[in-house]
């Protein structure tokens, strides 16, 4: 399994579309073959800024869901809301042991 965690700063005047269309996408991408949850966040000391919760059952199936026209239009949607880049971690969700 593969966990994906992303951080946005959203500009302020985009906040509440932001929202809406990042719950539009997350309940087409949890459609998609792999996805085991899709989570949004708003953080509670920085106004404009939102985490993004992934689970995939495999890195293949992220692999898809990056390749497909919803992440497509997902990004073309969110661009012009973003102020910078994301900042993305990928964690194997396997333990770790000694």
């Known amino acids: 399994m593969v966990i994906?965690?992303?951080v946005v700063n959203i500009?302020?005047?985009h906040?509440?579309?932001f929202v809406s269309q990042e719950q539009k996408?997350?309940?087409?991408?949890q459609q998609m073959a792999g996805c085991r949850s899709f989570s949004l966040y708003k953080d509670v000391h920085q106004?404009?800024?939102?985490?993004?919760y992934e689970t995939w059952e495999t890195p293949a199936d992220f692999e898809n869901y990056q390749q497909s026209d919803l992440f497509s239009q997902y990004r073309a949607s969110i661009g012009p809301m973003l102020m910078g880049e994301p900042?993305?971690?990928?964690?194997?969700a396997a333990p770790l042991t000694n």
């Not at 900042?87 to 194997?92: E, M």
């Open 11 to 13: 500009k302020p005047e």
């Open 25 to 29: 996408f997350m309940a087409a991408a």
């Open 47 to 52: 106004e404009n800024t939102f985490a993004i």
């Open 4 to 6: 994906i965690h992303v």
């Open 15 to 17: 906040q509440a579309e």
């Open 87 to 92: 900042a993305s971690n990928y964690y194997n």
